[in-house]
C-alpha cells in the first residue's frame, strides 16, 4: 500500500457516509485521521446535529466489529466491561463479557453517565486492555471509541474527568449545518422522525482490517522532520506557559498531535508531514486538554481563543 492507496480508501469513505450525513466535512476528515492514527474521538454538540447517526454511518463503512453503550445515569462500570458471573453447572465463575470487546465502540452521550461509570473507559482507551477482577484481558489492537456529548452547560451532564479528556486524539465541535445544508437534510430526511437505517441508504463497508493495518503501518512510517518535531513540542510547551492557562497539554499530547499530523498529511496525498498540517490539528487536539485560569474566564476568554494566541505565538518552521 501506497499514499495514492490511502487517499483513495479514505474517499471511499468519505463517498459512503455522504449518502446518508449531509455536509460535516471537517467532522468526517477529523473521524479519517483519527482511523489512521488509532486515536480516540469525542464528538461534542448539542442534541440533533447527526453525532451519533455520523458516528453509526462511519463504523458501517468499516469491516470490523461495532458495539455501542448508551450511556444514561444508572449505568454501572460493570455494564461496560463486563463481569464474572457464577455458573452453577460447573461452580465456576466464567466472564461475561461487556461491548467494549469490540473493534469500535460508540460511547453515545458518554457525560450522561457518572465519573465511576466514565473511568471503566481509562484502561481500554490507553492500554487496549481491561482488568476484571484482578486479570486482565485484552481488546483489540486497533480498538477505536468514538464517543459523543452534549454541551456541558446543558442539564443532567457530567464533566469528563482530565485524564480521561487526554485519552481523546481529537475533540471535535460538531457545528449546526449551513442554511444550505438543513435544506438538504430536510430533503433526505424529512419524512420520517426516527434515525435513519442506513441499509435503506446503500451504506458499503469499503475497508478490511487489513487495509486499515496497512495504512496505518503506513502512516506511521510517514516522514516527520526534526524541525516539524521541534515545532509540534515548541507549540504544547507554550501552553504550559501561557499565563491564561493554569493547566497546559501533556507530553502525550505532543506525541499523539505528531501522529495525527502524520494521518492528515496521508489524507492530502503527502508522504511528508508540514507546518500546516500541524497548525489544523492544534485546536481540535489540544482544546480538552487545557485549563483556563479563573482570571481569563472572568475577561471572557475561551480556550479556544488562549491556543489561537498559542499558535500566533511560536514561529512555524520554514
Sequence with gaps: MDITDVRALTDGLKTQIARVVVGQEAVVEALLVALLSEGHVLLEGPPGTAKTLLARAFSACLALRFNRIQFTPDLMPGDVIGTNLFNFQTSQFTL????????????????????????????????????????????????????????????????????????????????????????RIVRLHGHRTAMPKLESYGIEAVATLAELTAARALVAELQLSDPIADYIVALVRATREHPSLIHGASPRAASMLATASRALAALRGRAFVIPDDVKELFLPAMQHRVILAPGAEVEGLTSRAVLEQVIASVPAPR
Excluded at 486482565?136 to 446543558?154: C, D, K, M, S
Excluded at 475533540?171 to 449551513?178: A, H, T
Aim: aromatic share 8%; charged share 20%.
Design 96 to 183: 461475561t463479557q461487556g461491548p467494549i470487546f469490540t473493534d469500535f465502540l460508540l460511547a453515545d452521550e458518554i457525560n450522561r453517565t457518572p465519573p465511576k461509570t466514565q473511568s471503566a473507559l481509562l484502561q481500554a482507551m490507553q492500554e487496549r486492555a481491561v482488568t476484571i477482577d484482578g486479570k486482565t484481558y485484552a481488546l483489540p489492537a486497533g480498538f477505536l471509541v468514538v464517543a459523543t456529548q452534549n454541551p456541558i452547560e446543558q442539564e443532567g451532564t457530567y464533566p469528563l474527568p482530565e485524564a480521561q479528556l487526554d485519552r481523546f486524539l481529537l475533540k471535535v465541535v460538531v457545528p449546526y449545518p449551513s442554511a444550505d445544508e438543513e435544506r
